[in-house]
């Protein structure tokens, strides 16, 4: 069985990251004594990704009719790989009384590729918040490590285009636009 989903077969494919049938609960779902809130305090937007004369761009499959960027991945083991981007979370417990919560971030890479992971899990980290407090989490990634994903003839590629952080279950996502 394959792991990427198969649309002509009804095949959904298999684990969170491809696939794309309905689902009970999502990935990372658990219950708590109480509520958390999730507030984006500070996020890098933007990394610009300076190719060398050595370094060349790949091309990769899109969908029909999708924007395709001027240079549409480069091969990450070409890249010295030190381009960071970082954000904070200020979590709230919104509830009576104290906990603890794992927040989980996901990337999306950018629309239109074909061929690619739903989203993929990139960190995570617990805080413990006492009732009707809040605590800051700050996360900082490496880019190549983060945004990158393995095509068809197993090339680890860092793809153009606007890709998609989430935190939780979409409770709070931003744009990351990657320029190479």
């Known amino acids: 069985m394959q792991l990427r989903p198969i649309d002509s077969l ?3 494919g298999r684990t969170y990251k491809f696939y794309n049938g309905s689902t009970v609960y999502p990935f990372g779902y658990n219950l708590s004594y109480t509520q ?4 984006l305090r500070s996020a890098k ?3 610009d990704i300076n190719l060398r004369k050595s370094q060349h761009c790949r091309d990769i499959e ?3 009719h999708e924007y395709k960027p001027p240079c549409p991945a480069v091969l990450i083991d070409d890249l010295q ?7 904070g979370v200020e979590v709230k417990n919104a509830g009576k009384r104290d906990g603890s919560e794992v927040i989980i971030v996901y990337s999306k890479p950018p629309n ?3 061929a690619t992971h739903a989203k993929q899990v990139i960190g995570f980290k617990r805080v413990f918040v006492k009732a009707e407090k809040s605590e800051t989490v700050n996360f900082v990634f490496n880019a190549c490590k983060s945004l990158g994903f393995v095509n068809y003839n197993a090339y680890n590629l860092l793809t153009s285009g606007r890709h998609t952080i989430s935190i939780g279950d979409d409770v709070v996502s931003f744009p ?3 320029n190479i």
Do not use: M, W
């Not at 958390?36 to 507030?39: D, R, S």
């Not at 790989?81 to 954000?87: A, V």
């Open 176 to 178: 990351i636009q990657v």
């Open 62 to 64: 899109y969908k029909d």
């Open 36 to 39: 958390f809130n999730y507030t």
């Open 112 to 114: 239109g590729i074909a």
């Open 45 to 47: 937007r933007s990394l």
């Open 81 to 87: 790989c030190n381009h960071e981007f970082g954000f």
């Open 10 to 12: 009804g095949y959904p």
